[in-house]
Every structure is written in C-alpha cells, then in structure tokens.
C-alpha cells in the first residue's frame, strides 16, 4: 500500500485522505472546466397547481453536462464551487440558458406568464449579481413577475445589510423570493418579520412523513404541515411542496390548501428538449 510512517508513528498519508483529496482536486478541475467551456445548464422540473393539475412554471435545477463523465448533479459540485466566485459564473451560465429555454416552454405553452425559478446561494446575493439579473431579463424579454429567486434560511444566518438589500432590490424590479426548504434550517424564524417572502417551499422531507408507514408520524406530519400552511397563509406567502412521490401525498396537500406542488409524482427534472414535451 501507499501509506508512509512518519517518524512520529503517525501515518500521514491514508489511503482514503488521498482518495477524498483525489476527488475534490477532479471536481475542481471539472468546475473550472465547466465555467471555461460552458458545460452548466438547466434541468428543468415542472411546478404543478394542485387544484387543477396545470403546469405554471419551473424550476432550473443546475448540472454539470461534462463531456466524459456525463451529468454530474449539484450534490458533487456546488459546495466546492460556492467557497469561490465559481459558483457566481456558473450560475450566470446556467440563468442565461434557463431564460432562453423558459422563452421556448412559453411558445410551446402559448403561455408568456409560464414562471422560472432559480437558486441562489448566499455568496451569489451581490448588487453585481442582481445587476446581471436584471439585464439578463431585458436581453431575454422576460419581464421579471416570471423569475423567482429561491434562497434558503441559510443566508440569514450572516445577518447582514447586503442580503437584505439584494433581495429588496430583486423584490423592487419585480421578481419573488422563495424560501426553499423551509423549516430545516438553523436559522430563526425571526427573519420572516424583517422580510417579506413571497413563496414558502416546505421541504421534502415533511411531504414524505405524509405517508411515513408509522401512523403517528404521519398524523404529527400532517398537523406539522397545516401549522406552515397557516404561517404562509397569515405572511401573504404561497406555498409550494416539495419532493411529492404519491398521489396520497398530493391529496393530503390539497386538503391542506398547499397551492403547488413539484415532484417526481408529476416531473423529474428534464433537459430542455424532454420539458418541451411535458407542456
Ligand atoms: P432544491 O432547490 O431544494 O431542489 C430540490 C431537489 O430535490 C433537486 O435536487 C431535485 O432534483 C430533487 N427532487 C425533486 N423532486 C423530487 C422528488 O420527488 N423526490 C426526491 N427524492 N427528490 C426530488 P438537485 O437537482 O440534485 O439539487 C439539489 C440542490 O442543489 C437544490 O435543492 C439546490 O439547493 C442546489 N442547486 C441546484 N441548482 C442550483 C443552482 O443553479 N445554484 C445554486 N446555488 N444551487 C443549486
Ligand atoms: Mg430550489
Ligand atoms: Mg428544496
Ligand atoms: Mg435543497
């Protein structure tokens, strides 16, 4: 094996320390080989009205499309790339193609209010970002009611004057903000009181408990749900569910008064050419 002994006795170089350096040195090379050879873009999953089952919109979920290696999804990329600007152009690269793409779901709809909806990390909320917004719009003639901007608790754990000004301004140009994953963040709720969000998004893991085998999970799952609904509905907030697999689930939702809903049940993920299809 490769492993050296120090003269201490401690072993410097395990074999899995260099595996794992391994693997990241490859994901940054595939990060910056990306953003030099344009290799991000949009997955694209549909969000449904629950009560009439119609498709309002999308959300644009990044992958890596690497020549070799294929689709390469967010879970291996996006916190290496968020600890540099690389997440920054990576997500320009993949707002531009999502504008383009939500300009050909809207022909194909024959709906021009169809509705985009991006993610941004917390590095990637600078005036210098919304700016690109903003003029990204006006390029794509995508007037800026269609384009929610989902951030996550998250970004309220550095309470900080910039946060708040990026997404007053992206409210003041016209765009709404979600709240992805609500309630498994780390942050208070207090920050619901110095903002206005437009969307909750109540995570996937509260619409699995719906219909968790453990019938008291899923009861306490339900009222659990209908205590965020209430939150949403008091905060002038729509809801969006998340991760829905079952027709149960959905049906629970609609009981609720849960507006939308995104989840394999109605959509994986697609590339643009496969969302064509859906609408
Ligand atoms: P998210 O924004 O909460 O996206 C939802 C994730 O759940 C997506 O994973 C989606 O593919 C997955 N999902 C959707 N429906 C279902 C379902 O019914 N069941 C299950 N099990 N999963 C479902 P994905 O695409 O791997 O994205 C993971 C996360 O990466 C996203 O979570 C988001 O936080 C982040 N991300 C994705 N695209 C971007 C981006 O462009 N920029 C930034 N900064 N983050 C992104
Ligand atoms: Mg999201
Ligand atoms: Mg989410
Ligand atoms: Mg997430």
Do not use: W
């Not at 120090?6 to 410097?12: A, D, K, L, S």
């Not at 970002?129 to 006006?138: G, M, P, T, V, W």
């Not at 608790?153 to 903000?177: N, Y």
């Not at 408990?209 to 899923?218: E, M, N, S, V, Y």
Request: net charge negative; hydrophobic share 40%; charged share 25%.
């Amino acid at each position: 094996s490769c492993k050296s002994e120090g003269g201490n006795g401690i072993r410097t170089f395990e074999p899995e320390m260099l595996a794992s350096r391994k693997k990241r040195t490859e994901s940054e090379d595939d990060i910056r080989r990306g953003i030099e050879e344009s290799l991000f873009e949009p997955h694209f999953q549909s969000v449904t009205h629950l009560a009439s089952g119609n498709i309002v919109g999308f959300e644009a979920l990044m992958r890596l499309n690497h020549p070799e290696k294929g689709l390469i999804p967010p879970a291996e990329f996006i916190a290496i790339a968020e600890e540099s600007d690389r997440i920054d152009l990576a997500g320009r690269q993949l707002f531009s193609k999502a504008l383009s793409g939500l300009r050909a779901l809207g022909q194909r709809h024959g709906d021009e209010h169809l509705h985009i909806a991006i993610n941004l990390s917390p590095v990637e909320l600078t005036p210098e970002k919304i700016a690109f917004i903003a003029s990204e719009l006006e390029v794509y003639g995508v007037d800026p009611a269609q384009l929610t901007v989902e951030i996550t608790e998250a970004v309220f754990l550095e309470d900080s004057d910039r946060i708040t000004e990026c997404l007053q301004q992206l409210r003041h140009i016209g765009c709404k903000i979600a709240l992805d994953d609500f309630g498994t963040g780390y942050s208070s709720l207090a920050y619901l009181t110095r903002f206005q969000v437009d969307i909750i998004k109540i995570d996937q893991s509260f619409i699995k408990g719906l219909t968790h085998p453990d019938p008291a999970i899923a009861t306490r799952s339900r009222r659990l749900i209908e205590g965020i609904a209430a939150i949403a509905t008091n905060m002038d907030c729509l809801m969006i569910a998340e991760g829905v697999e079952e027709e149960e689930q959905a049906r629970h939702l609609r009981t609720i008064g849960v507006q939308y809903a995104q989840g394999f049940l109605f959509s994986t993920p697609l590339p643009l050419s496969e969302a064509m299809a859906l609408v």
